[in-house]
């Protein structure tokens, strides 16, 4: 593990132009489960309640979910020190953007910047009659579901369900830095969720080198992944950190 460590912090400190793709597995270890696996939500919901026609025919009962899973149990959640490290790498110029199909703001937490939120962020709610967005702070979410103050209408969180489009700027900066890249560095992700997982594939296919930090093996892995530093995030990009600085 050490030789691959101060292997990829070369390649890291060589690269032009380096970006990170991160799935639910970096913020494991700031409390919030994935949706798959043994441990992941998917065996205690159904994921039904984020599906969009379902939504839009039974919002107050998807609401009761949706406050449970996303304002009740994400919104304790801190930045772990994985997040922490990108953030820094982007403050040293080591890192150009994070991708990331997380919803729950770890990242902006953390102090990165350029973050491409493939999947939208928990943290906003839009009003789909008007378009006006919410902080989530703003919102009492003892009284659900919440409603827009200008003309009543329920509000979204502002992060895909199941049957919605990836959001425009999101999809077209991600692609484009994957398209530049000639590092991409995969954070906690199975690679099964589509289009996201697309993204290191593009850059893959651009000639990048592809790194995955995951204590599994995923979809990317072999196929995909040039070095795969099998173990946690934090503890991988910790032992990045202190190699690079
Ligand atoms: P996933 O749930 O499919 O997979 C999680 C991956 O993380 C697995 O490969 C697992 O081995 C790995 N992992 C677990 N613990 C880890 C650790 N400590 N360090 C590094 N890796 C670890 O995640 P996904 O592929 O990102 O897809 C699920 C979708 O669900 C995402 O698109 C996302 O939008 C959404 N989601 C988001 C959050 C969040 O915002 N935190 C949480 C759950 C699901």
New binding site residues.
Partial sequence: MDSQIKETAKIIRESKFTIAFT???????SG??????EH??WNKYNPEILDLGYYHENPEKCWLFIREIFYDF?ANAHPNK?HKVLAHLEQSGLLHSVVT????N?HQEAGSKNVYE??GN?KRLKCLKCGKVFDASEIDFEHIPPRCDEDGEILKPD?IFFGEGIPTAAFENAFADAEKCDVCII???????TP?SFVPRAAKQNGATIIE????K?LFTGQVTDIHLM????VILEKLENQLF
């Fill in positions: 799935g639910a597995g970096i913020s494991v270890e919030v489960p994935p949706f798959r696996g992941g939500l994400f994985a199909q997380n919803i729950d770890l493939f999947h928990s992060f954070v906690g992700s199975t690679g099964e969720v996201a930090i995951n204590p599994e995923t173990g946690k995030a934090t």
